[in-house]
């Protein structure tokens, strides 16, 4: 599994992805799944990706040139005039390279699927970001949906949807994803440490500045341990529940019913 | 879908699960997913129920004894020895039920699971809570793993871990359950209110306190609102990340990576 999220804030995007690899319990590594392509001053670009780690190390690497493929991809990514050119290059990577499974056994094509986020900005435009599906097509964040997961993204939605803000700095929101990030590593084993996280300035048209987030880190440590704390103190402070009038009322109802 | 919880407790067991069921978002509608049978002063079990609502009810029918079966199944379950014998029969009820779909259609079989949490006390025995699967097999909480959740899981676990506690008062459990539901039910529409919950105190060999909590419920409402404002309240108290030396440090290697 995989968790990762590319955020959309009023400063510019925040990306976040975990590097965990596992084919099995018994066969876990760690592979980055954060790839940026930069032409500084001009544009900037960043793919997360979940799913088949194959396919999309395949992809990146069609889109980075490293394989020859019958075009020049790493440079019409280079020249894609907008970010939605540029998704739609990424897609159809995406969507031809798992294709190139279907024929590969039963159930190839579903096998070996990939999920990936663009983000990124090209000069003249806003800061963008897309969600890439394993067909190809793609969607764009909007104000309404300001932020994209892939991977495992269920157990570390609650608090993005409850604290997120899209004017909120660059601080916070790498604070924030650290938490849905803890959150989701506490339920999955397939989630793990470490970290890459990367911030991105809107208008600085260079590599965003980008680092790691390892076991041991006093700040991750720190979060994680006082986000569980934060969390019983925040519960302990609701107002209770009680079993009053009405409830019993209701209850008696119940109660004939035994057989 | 379908969100139900089963929580061991010193004090008893306490249940809740949702009402929601659906086949596509244009077609919802309202069932009760709990089931409880009594034998006063002797033995309560109560079971809810996940999966295809087909095979849950026949299940529930076959074991309540309004469908004409092989055996007497009600009786088979009021007079069951022990919670594990009854969790089996449960389970041996379900796998049959799922099994007789198997050739009807292509993947039937999978199509029509169903996974259901039981759980009771019988007089001379503790409270035991079990998680019966679709293969008819189960496994009963223990200590380390207090309570069961079926159907969808995962939006509403962190809150569970976090500040699940055994020897929790009943109306803390219950304040709990609401808050992850409440989380779950903000991330999925096929998990909807109304919620049944029920309160089994142990030793008491009866129908536990049972009673719904419906859209416009007061306290459900307050939890609602007020675990949003207390999250980020609790967000906005944790110590804020800096990038500091060391990250601004790490960065300088990246921004030299610009192709």
Not at 205 to 229: H, T, V
Request: with cysteine; glycine share 8%; charged share 25%.
């Amino acid at each position: 599994m995989t968790y990762c999220v590319g955020l959309t804030l009023d400063d510019g995007l925040v990306y976040i992805s975990d590097t965990r690899t596992n084919a099995g319990v018994d066969d876990i590594s760690v592979f980055g799944k954060m790839h940026t392509i930069v032409k500084p001053g001009e544009r900037t670009m960043t793919m997360l990706s979940s799913g088949n780690l194959a396919t999309t190390q395949m992809v990146v690497n069609i889109l980075e040139n490293r394989i020859k493929a019958e075009s020049d991809f790493e440079s019409r990514l280079a020249d894609a005039s907008t970010m939605f050119e540029a998704a739609d290059i990424v897609g159809s990577t995406l969507r031809k390279v798992i294709g190139s499974f279907a024929d590969k056994g039963s159930d190839g094509e579903k096998k070996f699927h990939g999920t990936m986020i663009l983000g990124g900005q090209i000069a003249g435009d806003e800061p963008r970001l897309f969600l890439i599906y394993p067909e190809g097509n793609f969607i764009e964040a909007s104000k309404d949906t300001p932020y994209f997961q892939i991977g495992e993204t269920k157990y570390g939605k609650p608090i993005l949807i409850r604290a997120y803000s899209r004017s909120m700095c660059f601080e916070d929101a790498v604070t924030l994803l650290l938490v849905s990030f803890d959150s989701t590593i506490k339920s999955n084993l397939s989630v793990g440490l470490p970290l890459d996280v990367q911030v991105y300035s809107r208008d600085s048209f260079r590599q965003g500045l980008q680092f790691r987030i390892d076991k041991g880190n006093d700040y991750y440590e720190m979060i994680s341990s006082g986000w569980g704390d934060a969390l019983r103190r925040a519960f302990d402070r609701l107002p209770k529940f009680s079993f009053d009038a009405s409830v019993a009322a209701e209850s008696e109802h119940f109660e004939s019913r035994s057989a």
